[in-house]
């Protein structure tokens, strides 16, 4: 997981983490969309992906990309580059899981 | 706005259906309107409008089934359209809302958008039968009460609550009132800057737009900026700036005080209007019963599995549609068994035969009746058929969920050359399997793209797929040149109109269509089983569509080049149109054309007999080989592909490196007219046709140019 400290100024602000560096099983809440363009942040607010959303990672495509994610009961995909825009914090999963 | 409580007279009701895509709105919508329904186009724009007339108690309804959406901030081409329609109040009396029961937070979101436009509204609980399965009961009066404005559970596609949907609608004449719902709370101090806002934007606006004043308010601090171009043409020069300050003012304050960009807080306020709501009237009882999606995914989107059921549906879905159409014959007549595409074919032969009367006294009547007219219109009605069949297959697929899915598989391969995961469905039908298919559903197939960039970019390489009418010319040539090896041949052509399809594509993509990216957001439904009924109607709607409208434009261009090859150029060739001697093409229009061009067909090897089939192909191309015959005077047109061969094998004008060429010439070049006339209807544009018929064109010159002189070259001395 590559971790890119933050272009803001000033405060202490907790490390980014980009909803595109998740894999598979991941799951966590959106904190916010920064940069792209506009149309694409209202649509993805719009469909639910507003800070405080939890989410899934459902699965990826055969390829690699595009990825699936399960937001407010159903499933979105989204291509890794445009996810890239989707600053996340993941949520820590019991290894019980797989 | 147009809903008129003082008049008496019994007047038409207009009421648009509107919900997020895949809710069901076509069931409900087909349920409702059972009687009555008409597929069009919006004047100007390639929506697809689809509309029906029922009459409740004496009151007429025109109810409009409008595209999905997800929200008033349009993302897609389609929407901006859609959500214009919406805004232009004086379209319609009513707003039909449907919403999905089992997925009740996003579907209201765009509820609480229609609540704003102040128009009277009406909501349905769809697929109120799943979200009982899930365990999620609605409290449908409480949330009538909340939101102020009826609703309604239904089973679209069983019917249920379509009755007392009429009964709603019915109200409509004497209550419209009973339909005006309340206003969204946004929280008591974002109120306040939305009120004053409010009331500042109805100061400013003209009489008739008053009513819209706090919805536009809303769309304004959410940056919206079609609203923002909306407002300022309303306005006088004079407003706009003070209209820019009060807009900007609002906006600092909401970041201000929230330490957020408003986009987020307005949106992240109405998401939690609708999570009250949903508190206050949605009980979940019991576990929801395992996610049948998410098991039918794990397979059909497996890493392995996925793309060999993906190669298996669509093939199987490809070769259907074309032995249906085309080879089995299982329409019993009393002459025998036959397809459909051969019953027309027949049914039209049969038509010319019968005018062979008027073949002595009227000759030029006849052959302008015979090869314009009959053929003109066997030509666009062989393709119904094929249409009706592939459109069915299409929606049906659609409509199960998994064209979605085909879009998420293919995204990553599709993308290398600039185009999306449906772009494949398209090509194939174009005839990208190598067995025969037709351009024209295969750009209607283009319909599903949402992206306009990647629509206009698959439909310009669609024509490159080697369709069913190019089949012939290639199976004349190889048995007449490269009889030893067929498939070989045969294999390299489908390759290079891949390859030529493809790297076109991505050099289109890298040059005059680059810097238009639009991020890829593609909801994947649930999957579920389509009503056939419904699929049905709406596919001979569609068949009909293009019959009326493509059909006249292909009938005018087959008369145009009928006369093109049967108008003598001198005027004492006239007496050569005589019934059992082919008219002597070599003087007509067409003739001198051919012979003009041979100046720039000469570097591929070209004659004029082979240009005029050539522009023959472009009317249709199924006319290349007919005309290659009557050009090279074959004396019966029954043994005609047999006899032509002969003679081309035998001609001294021929050889193998001219008839590859021709064959890559034919696979590339303008697409027929069929095709043009359809790329038009669909883009709206005549630029599109052209720049088609041009691109394809100079693609197909530079590539018979690169094998005729290479091959040439290499074989030189030979």
């Given at each position: 997981m590559t971790i890119s400290k933050p272009r803001g100024t000033g405060k202490e602000e907790p490390t980014t983490i980009r909803l595109s560096e998740l894999s598979?099983?991941?799951?966590?809440?959106?904190?916010?969309?920064?940069?792209?363009?506009?149309?694409?942040?209202?649509?993805?607010?719009?469909?639910?992906?507003?800070?405080?959303?939890?989410?899934?990672?459902?699965?990826?495509?055969?390829?690699?990309?595009?990825?699936?994610?399960?937001?407010?009961?159903?499933?979105?995909?989204?291509?890794?580059?445009?996810?890239?825009?989707?600053?996340?914090?993941?949520?820590?999963q019991k290894p019980s899981g797989q | 706005m147009a809903y008129n409580s003082s008049?008496?007279?019994?007047?038409?009701?207009?009421?648009?259906?509107?919900?997020?895509?895949?809710?069901?709105?076509?069931?409900?919508?087909?349920?409702?309107?059972?009687?009555?329904?008409?597929?069009?186009?919006?004047?100007g724009v390639t929506v697809e409008r689809k509309t029906g007339k029922i009459e409740i108690n004496g009151t007429k309804f025109i109810i409009e089934d409008?595209?999905?959406?997800?929200?008033?901030?349009?993302?897609a081409e389609e929407e901006k359209i859609?959500?214009?329609?919406?805004?232009?109040?004086?379209?319609?009396?009513?707003?039909?809302?449907?919403?999905?029961?089992?997925n009740l937070e996003r579907n209201l979101y765009l509820t609480t958008e229609l609540m704003e436009l102040k128009i009277p509204l009406l909501i349905v609980l769809n697929m109120s039968d799943m979200a009982k399965k899930r365990g999620i009961h609605v409290e449908d009066k409480q949330l009538s009460k909340l939101l102020n404005v009826p609703v309604i559970k239904a089973v679209g596609n069983k019917g249920e609550g379509i009755d007392e949907l009429k009964k709603t609608l019915s109200k409509y004449i004497h209550n419209p009132q009973i339909f005006i719902p309340n206003d969204v709370n946004y929280g008591h101090e974002l109120e306040l800057?939305?009120?004053?806002?409010?009331?500042?934007?109805?100061?400013?606006?003209?009489?008739?737009?008053?009513?819209?004043?706090?919805?536009f308010s809303i769309k304004l601090l959410e940056k919206d900026p079609t609203t923002k171009k909306d407002i300022i043409k309303l306005l006088e020069p004079s407003q706009i700036q003070a209209f820019e300050k009060i807009v900007t003012n609002a906006i600092k304050r909401i970041e201000e005080h929230e330490k957020e960009d408003s986009i987020v807080t307005i949106t992240q306020r109405r998401y939690g209007y609708v999570s009250g709501i949903i508190r206050q009237t949605v009980r979940f009882y019991g576990e929801s019963i395992q996610n049948i999606t998410n098991q039918i995914d794990n397979i059909v989107c497996n890493k392995i599995a996925g793309p060999v059921i993906l190669i298996c549906i669509v093939s199987f879905l490809f070769f259907a549609v074309f032995n249906i159409t085309q080879e089995w014959q299982w329409i019993p007549t009393p002459i025998g068994w036959f397809s459909p595409v051969e019953l027309f074919e027949f049914s039209f032969e049969f038509l010319g035969h019968k005018i062979n009367f008027l073949a002595d006294s009227a000759p030029v009547l006849h052959s302008l009746l015979k090869d314009g007219v009959i053929s003109g219109v066997g030509a666009v009605l062989s393709f119904v058929p094929?249409?009706?069949?592939?459109?069915?297959?299409?929606?049906?697929?659609?409509?199960?969920?998994?064209?979605a899915r085909i879009a998420f598989i293919l995204d990553r391969l599709m993308r290398i050359f600039g185009l999306q995961g449906r772009s494949i469905l398209a090509l194939l039908i174009s005839g990208g399997i190598g067995a025969g298919g037709c351009a024209v559903p295969g750009i209607l197939a283009t319909r599903t793209i949402q992206q306009k960039r990647d629509k206009i970019?698959?439909?310009?390489?669609?024509?490159?797929?080697?369709?069913?009418?190019?089949?012939?010319?290639?199976?004349?040539?190889?048995?007449?040149?490269?009889?030893?090896?067929?498939?070989?041949?045969?294999?390299?052509?489908?390759?290079?109109?891949?390859?030529?399809?493809?790297?076109?594509?991505?050099?289109?993509?890298?040059?005059?269509?680059?810097?238009?990216?639009?991020?890829?957001?593609?909801?994947?439904?649930?999957?579920?089983?389509?009503?056939?009924?419904?699929?049905?109607?709406?596919?001979?709607?569609?068949?009909?569509?293009?019959?009326?409208?493509?059909?006249?434009?292909?009938?005018?261009?087959?008369?145009?080049?009928?006369?093109?090859?049967?108008?003598?150029?001198?005027?004492?060739t006239l007496k050569e149109i005589q019934p059992n001697t082919p008219p002597s093409i070599e003087n007509s229009i067409a003739g001198y054309i051919g012979k003009k061009l041979e100046l720039i067909t000469r570097p591929i090897g070209f004659n004029w007999k082979i240009n005029v089939a050539l522009l023959g192909g472009i009317a249709a191309k199924e006319v290349i080989i007919g005309t290659l015959g009557t050009v090279y005077s074959v004396e019966t047109l029954k043994e005609g592909s047999t006899s032509l061969q002969k003679i081309l094998s035998n001609s001294k004008e021929w050889n193998p490196?001219?008839?590859?060429?021709?064959?890559?010439?034919?696979?590339?070049?303008?697409?027929?007219?069929?095709?043009?006339?359809?790329?038009?209807?669909?883009?709206?544009?005549?630029?599109?046709?052209?720049?088609?018929?041009?691109?394809?064109?100079?693609?197909?010159?530079?590539?018979?140019?690169?094998?005729?002189?290479?091959?040439?070259?290499?074989?030189?001395?030979?």
């Open positions: 598979e099983g991941d799951t966590g809440i959106i904190l916010s969309i920064k940069g792209g363009p506009i149309q694409y942040r209202k649509r993805l607010l719009d469909l639910g992906l507003i800070p405080g959303t939890q989410f899934k990672i459902v699965r990826e495509a055969p390829l690699g990309d595009p990825i699936e994610i399960e937001v407010k009961g159903y499933s979105l995909a989204l291509r890794r580059k445009d996810a890239w825009h989707i600053i996340v914090q993941p949520t820590l | 008049a008496n007279t019994p007047k038409t009701v207009r009421a648009i259906i509107i919900g997020n895509p895949n809710t069901g709105k076509s069931a409900i919508f087909n349920s409702l309107t059972r009687g009555y329904q008409e597929v069009g186009n919006y004047p409008l595209p999905g959406l997800y929200s008033l901030s349009p993302y859609t959500r214009e329609l919406i805004l232009n109040a004086k379209n319609y009396d009513l707003i039909i809302n449907i919403v999905d029961s089992t800057i939305v009120e004053e806002l409010t009331n500042e934007i109805y100061n400013l606006l003209p009489e008739n737009e008053k009513t819209k004043s706090r919805w094929l249409i009706f069949v592939l459109f069915f297959a299409i929606s049906y697929l659609e409509d199960t969920g998994y064209v970019l698959t439909i310009l390489i669609v024509p490159f797929m080697s369709c069913g009418a190019k089949l012939p010319v290639y199976a004349v040539l190889i048995s007449a040149f490269f009889k030893d090896y067929k498939t070989p041949v045969m294999l390299s052509l489908w390759g290079i109109s891949w390859t030529v399809a493809l790297l076109s594509a991505f050099i289109l993509s890298n040059t005059i269509f680059k810097g238009e990216y639009t991020p890829f957001v593609l909801e994947l439904p649930p999957y579920h089983l389509p009503v056939i009924r419904s699929v049905l109607r709406q596919t001979w709607g569609r068949t009909w569509q293009y019959i009326k409208k493509a059909g006249t434009l292909i009938l005018a261009v087959n008369i145009v080049m009928w006369a093109l090859i049967y108008t003598p150029i001198t005027s004492n490196i001219l008839a590859y060429t021709l064959m890559i010439f034919v696979m590339l070049y303008a697409p027929c007219s069929a095709t043009l006339i359809t790329i038009w209807r669909e883009t709206n544009s005549i630029k599109f046709p052209l720049l088609s018929f041009l691109f394809s064109t100079a693609v197909a010159y530079l590539g018979a140019l690169i094998v005729f002189q290479s091959c040439n070259l290499l074989s030189f001395g030979t």
